[in-house]
């Protein structure tokens, strides 16, 4: 067994914005002590849930093209979902999106594990798994066939790449709702907690880096992330979060979603000593693009993007970023609902709104769900509870974090003696017997459709439309 010590002995919480002009956050590096001597390094270029975001994928080729070629060694982690099902993708396969992985391919190993949407543009999960061997991608997951248990794809990966020997494990979320339908019938996913307690330390070797792509969340991120062998990196993901958490010989990263950041992980080791530094990259309109990728995505969006998708329906000349989005549209629906609160999930929310023109494929990538609001009557202690749980954009306390959560409008003041009407999107509502548990802090409310219908898509371009 290799001995180690570190130079960090204390816990770092480190949060950084999803928005804003490109910038690069550089942290201290922490020591690691190991008996192995030969000079190396690894530079980990980490990412997940893109669904589908092409303007962002068209400048990660370039940076990652840059980063290949400057860095002693590169490898490319990507933590799922990297479709969405849109007309576009779903009409081409994920023709775009497998281009693009063909161009990370390459020019570095591309380490894929699988999320809930692989499966969007594809009736067999079976297919997702050759299309990315023969796209070049060393493709992971813990998924299995309900019939015979036959596994998707390996769940771990050993490698050995400037002399480093690491190891690259995937977990996908057992949340089998989150998944297209024709997939649930054909295939399960063991529950993360278990698997990562029972299985996964089988799956690990005396390698000098250990590598976890956990698909399932936060709070299964935080009972993995304390039983990685060190030194190790945890990508987590699916739930949508921004997060760095430093903890001795560790980190984990969320690097939220739609590409707004990636992560740049460099490990050196020189001697018995290996250490880390990270890098933020905020990808962004000041970042060049690849010309012939944003070719592609355009001339296929020309020519499998439905008509009346592309008709321009409203003008956006306030709202800049997805945060400044999920607050407006929680205040709009509020009003609309005629409600005393009103709160939809932050996974509602995808790509931020183009500032001008905005088409109706637009407003569909934004409000990746449209729904229907659903109300019913809480007590001012309900509602506080969700009050203190809601509106979590900046939240940065790993060890507080509920993963997913509500984008909420609330009254100024709450008294506990009185009721109130509050109004949430159908997932909140009744999308799983858990979740008004899990979104609202309380269970066993009694809502009902809104009548008439308060539609999400619908209020937006309309209040979009109202200036």
């Known amino acids: 067994m290799m ?28 020591s690691i002590v190991s008996s192995n001597r030969e000079p190396a390094s690894l530079t980990l270029i980490c990412m997940a849930d893109l669904h589908s975001a092409m303007d962002k994928m068209a400048r990660i080729i370039p940076l990652v093209r840059s980063l290949a070629a400057q860095e ?29 992985l063909r161009q990370l391919s390459a020019v570095a190993p591309v380490f894929l ?20 061997e023969a796209d070049g991608v060393q493709f992971i997951s813990n998924m299995r066939k309900i019939s015979d248990g036959t596994p998707l794809a390996p ?35 063991p529950e993360a907690f278990a698997y990562a307690a029972e299985e996964l330390p089988a799956l690990w070797r005396n390698d000098r880096l250990n590598i976890l792509m956990d698909h399932d969340g936060v709070l299964s991120d935080r009972t993995v992330f304390p039983t990685l062998p060190e030194p190790a990196v945890l990508l987590g993901g699916h739930d949508h979060l921004r997060f760095v958490v430093r903890e001795d010989q560790r980190i984990a990263l969320h690097t939220g979603s739609y590409g707004e950041i990636i992560d740049l992980v460099r490990f050196s080791f020189k001697g018995n000593i290996a250490r880390y530094e990270l890098e933020s990259i905020t990808i962004d309109d000041s970042l060049p693009a690849d010309p012939a990728f944003l070719a592609l995505a355009q001339e296929l969006e020309e020519i499998h993007l439905p008509e009346n998708l592309r008709e321009v329906v409203a003008s956006n000349t306030v709202i800049q970023t997805q945060t400044q989005l999920m607050q407006q549209m929680a205040s709009w629906l509020r009003e609309s609902s005629g409600t005393d609160a009103a709160a939809l999930n932050n996974t509602t929310f995808g790509a931020a709104l183009p500032l001008g ?7 569909q990538r934004s409000i990746r769900f449209d729904d229907n609001m659903w109300i019913a009557t809480l007590s001012g202690t309900d509602l506080i509870t969700l009050k203190n749980k809601a509106n979590q954009f900046d939240f940065d306390n790993w060890e507080r974090s509920t993963g997913e959560y509500v984008a909420g409008s609330f009254p100024d003041t709450i008294q506990l003696d009185q009721t109130y009407t509050l109004a949430v999107n159908g997932w909140v509502a009744i999308g799983t017997p858990f979740n008004q548990m899990r979104f609202l802090g309380s269970e066993g409310h009694a809502f009902e459709r809104a009548d008439p219908p308060v539609m999400t898509r619908e209020t937006l371009i309309s209040r979009l439309n109202q200036g």
């Not at 001995?3 to 922490?30: D, M, N, Q």
């Not at 594990?113 to 990315?132: F, I, L, Y």
């Not at 023109?357 to 407003?363: A, E, G, N, P």
Request: proline share 2%; net charge negative; aromatic share 6%.
């Open 357 to 363: 023109d905005v088409r109706l494929f637009d407003i």
């Open 155 to 189: 769940t771990v990966l050993h490698r050995e790449i400037n002399g480093v020997r690491f190891s690259v494990a995937g977990i996908a979320t057992d949340d089998m709702s989150t998944y297209p339908g024709v997939h649930r019938e054909r295939w399960t996913v």
């Open 3 to 30: 001995e180690k010590k570190a130079s960090c002995s204390r816990r770092h919480f480190i949060k950084t914005g999803l928005t804003g002009v490109s910038g690069l956050l550089l942290l201290g590096g922490c």
């Open 113 to 132: 594990n699988a999320g809930n949407h692989e499966g969007a543009v594809s009736a067999d999960m079976r297919d997702v798994a050759q299309q990315m």
């Open 72 to 100: 002693e060694a590169v490898i490319v982690l990507i933590n799922g979902d990297v479709f969405e099902r849109n007309p576009v993708s779903f009409n081409t396969g994920g023709a775009a999106e497998r281009e693009f």
